[in-house]
């Protein structure tokens, strides 16, 4: 078991900004991979980031809906 804290649709996201100094209009969400020019390695951390934070709230999501499937699973086990 471990806790960790992570925001929940209750919980206000934190906000976090960057941008490339040299390539000021580089937005991962939308270019992804091939829109880092030259192989910069600002915009490519950035996409690094960006991939990162929807892996984890993936993640979290996929976990939670398997807890709670694995809860209902092991209440009827024990209505039974
Ligand atoms: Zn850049």
Avoid: Q, W
């Amino acid at each position: 078991m471990f806790t960790l804290v992570y925001p929940g649709p209750e919980v206000k996201p934190v906000e976090v900004k960057a941008s490339c100094p040299k390539h000021r209009k580089y937005d991962p969400n939308v270019e992804g991979r091939g829109g880092i020019v030259g192989g910069c390695k600002v915009c490519r951390l950035m996409l690094e980031v960006f991939e990162a934070n929807h892996r984890a709230e993936s993640a979290v999501r996929d976990m939670r809906i398997n807890a709670e499937l694995l809860e209902d699973a092991i209440r009827k086990a024990r209505a039974k």
